[in-house]
């Protein structure tokens, strides 16, 4: 194995514990605001409108940080591949286009 080919394993390698950790995170933190909102409203003992209002809260924040998280992964990968020159949908088209023309 050559020091690229190294190199390249090391990256993948970063790049799954980034993916698993960075997913953890925000699943704890969404367990984490649900539970919170889930105490608030027990501890409100039926004021419909703040119960509402706190859930609302918690809803925006937990879409908020998943939305968050899933557009700044997409945008690393899609960042990543283009880096590597793995631009998605050339598939055969970049194939095809390598052959020289039959004559």
């Known amino acids: 194995m050559g020091r690229g080919e190294g190199r390249v394993v090391r990256d993948v390698e970063v790049e799954k514990y ?16 649900a539970g919170i909102a ?14 509402v209002g706190v859930l609302t809260a918690a809803f925006t924040a937990v879409s908020s940080m998943t939305t968050a998280y899933l557009g700044i992964k997409a945008v690393s990968n899609t960042a990543r ?23």
């Open 18 to 33: 980034r993916a698993r950790y960075g997913l953890l995170a925000v699943v704890v933190s969404n367990v984490a605001i």
């Open 38 to 51: 889930a105490f608030g409203v027990w501890r409100l003992d039926g004021d419909k409108s703040v119960i």
């Open 81 to 103: 591949a283009i880096a590597l020159g793995d631009r998605p949908g050339r598939g055969d088209r970049a194939a095809a286009s390598a052959e020289p023309p039959a004559s």
